[in-house]
């Protein structure tokens, strides 16, 4: 569901949230199985906090920008083992 190209994860999952589904578990999974130094990029439709809380609560910390309406991306680092 998700690659990683040059130490970068990018993951636009609007059309997925926009169809009903919640990739939260995916998404974490593959965070937690991700080499260290991985950089992700999420794209969200919405601002994604309980997202937001989950990534912070494995140590990451989450800069948000809202990139227009209806688009915010989470951009992170893995900086440890998880």
Known sequence: ????????????I????AK?????REILNFIKAAPVGTIFELHLPHRGEPLIANLQALGM??????????????????LNEL
């Open 1 to 12: 569901m998700f690659e990683i190209v040059d130490k970068k994860a990018v993951m636009d």
């Open 14 to 17: 609007r059309e997925l949230v």
């Open 20 to 24: 009903g589904e919640h990739p939260r």
């Open 61 to 78: 910390n989450v800069v948000v920008n809202e990139l227009e309406p209806m688009h915010f991306r989470l951009m992170a680092v893995k």
